[in-house]
């Protein structure tokens, strides 16, 4: 079975420090990999995917994450953080041609100003 | 890019009522949708999937009877709560997966439904 883990509950950053958020998973194989993005009270924006291929993906709104199979870690990083990044960050895992995915408990990040 | 919507948008009820919540893609066919509920400050959790003109598939522990679901075409899904207390109040979301090779892993997630059942 798949499973996500987000070690960190909640991160605090200052506004044009950089981010990372860290997601580890669980997975016999390659799994395709998502970071989404939901702000309160809204849906789930993706903000980019791992299906194959280079294993640093770049995101929409400056996000990045980096495949690394090694740490069955799929971390996401943004080099500089905005005031209107604070939101609840969820890495998730779908296994291929299944269509699910199962997501992470999510990290909330507060940016300070 | 692709568009899912739901209706209604937030929904407040009286216990015992049932309530249907619609998800619609706009601008593409989804063979296959998937509702999730989630509550304040937790993780989604999978519900149930559907597929256009077939039975839904149930997570476990998601009982079938209370949450019915119906994808009677590739661009709608509906999942009714029937006979609504209390602790069905949550956030509903629905997510649609297209065909094609290239999106068949991509969900496409809709703005939520807000239910509170009194």
């Known amino acids: 079975a798949q499973s996500v883990t987000q070690p960190d509950i909640h991160i605090t950053v200052s506004e044009g420090a950089s981010l990372e958020l860290r997601c580890n998973y669980s997975?016999?194989?390659?799994?395709?990999l998502f970071w989404y993005v939901q702000s309160p009270g809204q849906g789930l924006q993706l903000l980019l995917k791992?299906?194959?291929?280079?294993?640093l993906v770049q995101g929409i709104k400056g996000f990045e994450a980096e495949f690394k199979r090694s740490q069955s870690s799929f971390n996401l990083r943004k080099p500089s953080v905005h005031w209107s990044d604070a939101a609840e960050y969820f890495c998730a895992v779908g296994a291929p041609n299944a269509g699910k995915s199962t997501f992470g408990d999510g990290t909330t990040l507060t940016v300070k100003p | 890019g692709a568009v899912v919507s739901q209706h209604p948008s937030w929904v407040i009820c009286k216990s015992g009522t049932s309530v249907k919540i619609e998800c619609r893609s706009l601008d593409f066919q989804a063979t296959t949708m998937f509702w999730y509920r989630q509550f304040p400050k937790q993780s989604l959790m999978l519900m149930a999937t559907s597929n256009e003109g077939s039975k839904a598939t149930y997570e476990q522990g998601v009982e079938k009877d209370k949450f019915l679901i119906n994808h009677a075409s590739l661009t709608l899904s509906t999942l009714t709560v029937t006979s609504a207390h209390p602790e069905d109040s949550s956030f509903y979301i629905c997510?649609?997966?297209?065909?094609?090779?290239?999106?068949?892993?991509?969900?496409?997630f809709g703005p939520g439904t807000r239910l509170t059942v009194l």
């Open positions: 997975y016999g194989a390659t799994p395709y």
């Open positions: 997510s649609a997966r297209g065909g094609g090779a290239s999106s068949y892993n991509e969900q496409f």
């Open positions: 791992y299906f194959s291929g280079d294993t």
